[in-house]
């Protein structure tokens, strides 16, 4: 099974930029270079800060890029997004029962989990009681399945003190749930960070991915924000078996090596 992961898109209202840089014109670039190299994949996952600021324009523009995409796209939302206007937007977007952007999604190797962290009005992720009530559902009726784990914040701190100041508040709950049904959960994907992470949380393995328009710096020192222009990329992850890999595509920097012959 192939999946495809794009994050943190950070749209902003259609011709406009951010940063210095066009996102809505990187995501025409990404969704491109999916469509040609990777048909194949059952499904692809954008996990959160689909906007900058959540304007419905904004929104307006995923909508109508995905409408010509080859592949079933999930869904999720990030900190930079606004629930109401997405939903306004993408109203046939399915939600659970109490409105939030989490989704169960069976794939031929087992269940894409996806989960809304979103706080509004707040940088930081938040998981309520009702979220956390969906999520142990869900394990649940998974059964001996396995599962592939997509929330936009971490549940830990990755060593940046400027992002880890923004990570999920209050982790105990969510951490409780993943210990009990750690057999089933067997990767744990995440955006928010902007860079490529790795490593492996409470014994579950754990990866994150170059936004789309920005990145941060890696800075273990400086409270404050920063970006910088490393390159984006998406990843294309294949869950075969007990085996998952993920290759990080770069997908602006394909050009031939220079000709030294
Ligand atoms: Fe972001």
């Known amino acids: 099974m192939k999946l495809i992961q794009i994050t943190d898109l950070h749209l902003v209202v259609p011709g406009s930029r951010l940063h210095g840089l066009d996102p809505l014109g990187r995501l025409d670039r990404c969704l491109d270079d999916v469509a040609t190299r990777h048909a194949d994949a059952e499904i692809c996952v954008i996990s959160g800060d689909l906007t900058d600021r959540g304007e419905p324009s904004a929104y307006d523009a995923l909508k109508t890029r995905l409408e010509n995409f080859p592949l079933p796209v999930v869904l999720m939302l990030g900190n930079h ?4 206007n997405f939903r306004s937007v993408f109203s046939d977007y399915p939600v659970d029962d109490n409105g939030f952007v989490q989704s169960s999604t069976q794939t031929s190797w087992g269940e894409i989990l996806c989960l809304d962290t979103l706080a509004p009005g707040r940088r930081e992720g938040e998981l309520c009681q009702k979220r956390l009530d969906w999520f142990q559902q869900k394990l649940e009726q998974v059964q001996e399945r396995p599962v592939l784990l ?11 003190p400027r ?4 990570r999920l508040e209050q982790p105990g709950a969510f951490t409780s749930i993943v210990t009990r049904h750690r057999q089933n959960i ?17 014994r579950v393995p754990h990866s994150a991915l170059p936004a789309l328009n920005h990145q941060v710096p890696y800075d273990s020192v400086t409270p404050v924000m920063a970006y910088n222009n490393e390159p984006p990329a ?7 078996g007990e085996n998952i890999v993920i290759h990080q595509e770069f997908f602006l920097h394909r050009g031939a090596l220079p000709d030294i012959s």
Do not use: T
């Open 163 to 166: 992002l880890d100041v923004i």
């Open 81 to 84: 997004d606004n629930r109401e």
């Open 186 to 202: 067997r990767h744990l994907f995440f955006g928010h960070v902007h860079r490529p992470v790795s490593g492996s949380w409470n």
């Open 234 to 240: 998406y990843a294309a992850v294949l869950a075969n």
């Open 150 to 160: 997509f929330m936009h914040h971490p549940p830990f701190d990755i060593g940046i």
